[in-house]
Structures are given as C-alpha cells and as structure tokens.
C-alpha cells in the first residue's frame, strides 16, 4: 500500500480537521503562539513524518520534518525570548535595587550631613554661650574692683577730708588758745602795773 493509494488531500484535510478544534480554542484563549500551538505543530509533523516513513512518501515525510523543525525552532526562538525577557527584568529589578540603595546612601549622607550641621551648630552655640558668660563674669568683676576701688577713695577722701577739718579745728583752737594766754598775760601784766602803782602811790601818801 502506498500513500498513492490513499489522496494526499484527504490525509492533509483529516489533519486540519482534527486540529482545529484546538487551533480555535487556542485562539479564542490568545495562545495561538504559545507552546500548546507548538506542540500541536509538532505532533503534525511527527504524523507525516511517521505517515510519509510508513507509506514511502519521501515528500509527505520531508514535509513532517519541517514542521518539525518549525515548531521547534519557534520553541528555541521563544525560549530565547523568555530568557531574554528574563533577564531583562532581572536587570530592570537590579537597576530598581541599585537605585533604591543609592537613595538609601543619599538620604543616609543627608541625614548625617543634618546631624553633622546641627551639632556643629550646637558646638558653636555653647562656645558662643560660654564666651557670653565669661564676658558678663568679667564685667562683673570689673564692676566689683570698680566699685570697691570707689568706695576705697571714697572712704580715703572722707578720712582725709575729717583730717583736714580736725587739724583746721585744732589750728583754731591753738589760735584760740594764744589768744587767751596772751589775754591773760596782759592782764596779769595790767594787774601788776596796778598794783605796782598801787604802792608807788601809797609810798608817796606816807611820806
């Protein structure tokens, strides 16, 4: 028996019969490219394959074997892709991952960059702080030494001022003092004078 006996177009029509309840599933589904289609595609060309071996059909086998090796270089060629798609994504998820580390570091560097300002800033406040206090300290103390030096020469001056009015009492008082000495010394001169002539007087009475 050959395939001579059997119409080719009979065989090629019973295939597309047999498949096309699947080849319209899988494109209602929208898998008409996916591996289900591929496998199909396969499976036919082992049929004629196997059909052309079977009844030495040289042309329906050459036949199978390209639709063999359509579906399955269409079976590489998706492989590749979905590797391709693959890795791109694993380089799309890296790329995501470097740059949310970068923004991780950058918002790092900016935090301690803010902690850095604000305590340099708070380093310098107290600088600030404690030079303001030395400053008030030293003007107080400045006041102080002023102050007591004041009433040091204050109480210097009154001293020497009670001094001075003491010695000018005592200058009077000494003056005063003459006076009455010398007062008294005339006096008692005057009495002596009287009494002197008192006796002269007397003297000449008797005689």
């Known amino acids: ?53 079977l009844f030495r059909d040289e042309e329906l086998a050459r036949e199978g074997r390209q ?28 790329v995501e991952e470097a740059a949310e580390k970068t923004a991780e570091a950058e918002a790092e560097a900016r935090r301690k960059a ?13 600088r600030e702080s404690r030079a303001a206090k030395s400053a008030t300290e030293r003007k107080q103390k400045a006041a102080k030494t002023t102050a007591k030096a004041k009433k040091a020469n204050a109480k210097r001056d009154k001293v020497a001022q009670l001094e001075k009015i003491e010695a000018k009492e005592e200058s009077i008082e000494t ?10 010394a005339e006096r008692l001169k005057d ?13 000449t009475s008797g005689s």
Request: no cysteine; charged share 35%.
């Open 114 to 126: 803010a902690e850095k300002r604000r305590k340099a800033e708070q380093r310098q406040r107290e």
């Open 1 to 53: 028996m050959t395939m001579q006996t059997v119409p080719k177009r009979i065989f090629d029509r019973s295939l597309k019969l047999a498949r096309a309840p699947l080849d319209v599933a899988l494109g209602v589904t929208g898998s008409s490219e996916s591996s289900a289609k591929r496998a199909l595609d396969r499976i036919e060309g082992s049929v004629r394959s196997a059909t052309g071996t």
């Open 67 to 94: 639709v063999s090796f359509a579906a399955n270089q269409r079976e590489r060629a998706a492989r590749l892709q979905d590797e391709a798609q693959l890795r791109e994504q694993e380089a799309a998820r890296s």
């Open 175 to 184: 003056k005063e003092a003459a006076v009455r000495a010398q007062r008294e």
């Open 191 to 203: 009495a002596a004078s009287t009494a002197k002539q008192a006796r002269k007087n007397g003297e």
